[in-house]
């Protein structure tokens, strides 16, 4: 495997997933209680792909997952949520001890394997803040939908669990600023995603 190109650029930008205030605050509430700054939105570019923090990235497979926990160390340690019970140390030994430190990799590499919808959503809503504080930048999350196919759960309560969770990862990314990538099974989650995340930005008419 030949050494990946790396490129980190600030992009600053006028659009914000952060929550904007619904009505005009007055002078003296500014003063007493002063905005945080936004922070500043960098765009990571990988072999022509780019990533932009603050942001969800749908990537294409379990695969391109794993190779970005190796490939996006350069920014910081990596929060990976094995939401599709497909982490695999022997994968990144065969394919990047030409280029890296296995050892250090996957030391660097921090694992999260959740068994239910609820967990997904706990992890995402408390340990993968808690680690994206303490100064990790890259959130990996293969298979996300994964666990919203289990056998005996409600359509309706997946539909619900999943809208929730996927508010809550947005939230996160936005909140600390990082890189959060994730990868989908099928097609019904994705579509679910897109179509909410369409509708929250404005791309599309609600019904």
């Given at each position: 495997?030949?050494?990946?190109?790396?490129?980190?650029?600030?992009?600053?930008s006028?659009?914000?997933?952060?929550?904007v205030?619904?009505?005009k605050p007055?002078a003296k509430?500014?003063l007493?209680?002063?905005?945080?700054?936004?922070?500043?939105?960098?765009?990571?570019?990988?072999?022509?792909?780019?990533?932009?923090?603050?942001?969800?990235?749908?990537?294409?497979?379990?695969t391109?997952c794993l190779?970005?926990?190796v490939?996006?160390?350069?920014?910081?340690?990596v929060?990976?949520?094995?939401?599709?019970?497909?982490?695999n140390?022997?994968?990144?030994?065969?394919?990047?001890?030409?280029?890296?430190d296995?050892?250090?990799?996957?030391?660097?590499?921090?694992?999260?394997?959740p068994?239910?919808?609820?967990?997904?959503?706990?992890i995402?809503?408390?340990?993968?803040?808690?680690?994206?504080?303490?100064?990790?930048?890259?959130?990996?999350?293969?298979c996300?939908d994964?666990?919203?196919?289990?056998?005996g759960?409600?359509?309706w309560?997946?539909?619900?669990?999943f809208?929730?969770?996927?508010?809550?990862?947005?939230?996160?990314?936005?909140?600390?600023?990082c890189?959060?990538l994730?990868?989908?099974v099928?097609k019904?989650?994705?579509?679910?995603?897109?179509?909410?995340?369409?509708l929250?930005?404005?791309?599309?008419?609600?019904?």
């Amino acid at each position: 495997m030949e050494q990946s190109q790396i490129v980190i650029v600030k992009t600053p930008s006028e659009d914000s997933n952060l929550d904007v205030p619904s009505s005009k605050p007055s002078a003296k509430s500014l003063l007493e209680n002063p905005s945080p700054q936004r922070p500043t939105p960098e765009t990571f570019i990988l072999e022509g792909q780019s990533f932009e923090s603050g942001k969800i990235t749908i990537v294409q497979g379990a695969t391109s997952c794993l190779d970005l926990s190796v490939q996006m160390q350069p920014l910081s340690k990596v929060l990976f949520i094995d939401a599709g019970n497909v982490f695999n140390p022997y994968y990144i030994h065969r394919n990047f001890r030409e280029i890296a430190d296995v050892k250090t990799a996957l030391e660097n590499i921090s694992v999260s394997r959740p068994f239910t919808i609820y967990q997904l959503r706990q992890i995402i809503e408390f340990e993968a803040e808690k680690q994206l504080q303490n100064g990790s930048r890259v959130l990996i999350i293969p298979c996300i939908d994964d666990p919203f196919y289990e056998d005996g759960l409600q359509v309706w309560e997946a539909n619900e669990v999943f809208l929730q969770t996927m508010e809550a990862l947005r939230k996160v990314a936005a909140k600390n600023n990082c890189f959060c990538l994730i990868s989908f099974v099928g097609k019904y989650f994705r579509k679910m995603h897109e179509e909410n995340a369409a509708l929250r930005d404005g791309a599309i008419a609600m019904p």
